[in-house]
């Protein structure tokens, strides 16, 4: 099928009405979202995921990003600062599949 970005939630702090700890949304070509492989989308984590969805899945390397986790993959959160809003502040960890 070849390359695509896995989006997978990975931490919630709060209470996050759309995702749960597991679900991800996937990107085929980079940059095409694929409804059937994916569990939901909030348009709020979609602010944080732009800025970076075209440089990952051009294998730009999270460390030059400056958004790598200890296992070298990109992480990213959501912009629901939850201890102010009562919502949920969710972190996302960007995987490039098929490479």
Do not use: W
Not at 31 to 58: F, K
Not at 74 to 82: E, I, N, R, S, T
Request: hydrophobic share 35%; aromatic share 6%.
């Amino acid at each position: 099928m070849g390359r695509k970005l896995v989006v997978k939630v990975v931490n919630i702090e709060g209470k996050c009405p759309v995702y749960k700890v597991g679900e991800e949304i996937v990107l085929n070509e980079g940059y095409r979202v694929n409804l059937e492989e994916s569990d939901n989308i909030c348009m709020h984590s979609l602010a944080s995921i732009m800025p970076y969805y075209v440089a990952l899945y051009n294998s730009v390397s999270p460390e030059n990003l400056g958004l790598a986790n200890k296992h070298g993959r990109a992480c990213v959160q959501c912009l629901d600062p939850c201890e102010l809003t009562g919502g949920g502040t969710v972190t996302f960890e960007i995987i490039l599949e098929g490479v």
